[in-house]
């Protein structure tokens, strides 16, 4: 059984697809501390993966431009959706995915993982509130909050509503033992 929260694109949009590209990880396999750094390798390859289909050229100074945000934009979402799998995925068997998909006019970040119960929980509460509040809000709190507790969790998730104009939407599907997988769909335009 399926459940979703925003505009979650079904697989149907695969025939829209230019290319795509899908990494997976198993998080049992190196402790959260040593992920870190691979989370940003990682993300770095797939934003330069993603350059070569936003070449520079010499008549049209704008196109480095063009290259450099759009490098940077996938760089920064894949990273934190990396280390949000990372820090919150069950540490069971279930391997960490990350798919990205490059479509004419928009490029879509799917990455999954398994979660336990009270981790669904919770991020169906931050869901619910992303909904109902002014995501600009949500991020001055956010902010207030982690100078108090250093609790960051969130932060990263806004700022790609915020500042990268992104629309995020979310799948949970169960699996055995009560734990679930979450889907979590970043869609930019370009």
Do not use: H
Request: aromatic share 10%.
């Amino acid at each position: 059984m399926s459940e979703t929260f925003g505009a979650f694109r079904e697989n149907d949009d695969a025939a829209l697809a230019l290319e795509s590209l899908s990494l997976c990880f198993s998080p049992s396999l190196l402790p959260l501390q040593q992920r870190w750094r691979n989370n940003g390798l990682s993300a770095d390859f797939l934003a330069d993966y993603v350059t070569t289909f936003f070449p520079k050229t010499e008549d049209d100074p704008a196109s480095a431009t063009r290259q450099s945000t759009v490098k940077g934009t996938v760089s920064y979402i894949a990273n934190e959706l990396l280390e949000n799998a990372m820090k919150y995925s069950d540490g069971g068997t279930q391997p960490i995915t990350m798919r990205l998909i490059l479509q004419f006019d928009r490029i879509i970040f799917e990455e999954t993982n398994a979660v336990t119960p009270e981790e669904a929980a919770s991020y169906r509460r931050f869901i619910d509130g992303l909904s109902r509040e002014d995501p600009s809000e949500i991020y001055f709190r956010k902010v207030e909050e982690m100078a108090i507790s250093g609790d960051e969790s969130g932060l990263g998730l806004i700022t790609m509503i915020l500042d990268y104009a992104a629309t995020l939407s979310w799948r949970f599907d169960a699996v055995s033992g009560g734990v679930e997988t979450v889907t979590t769909q970043v869609c930019m335009e370009i």
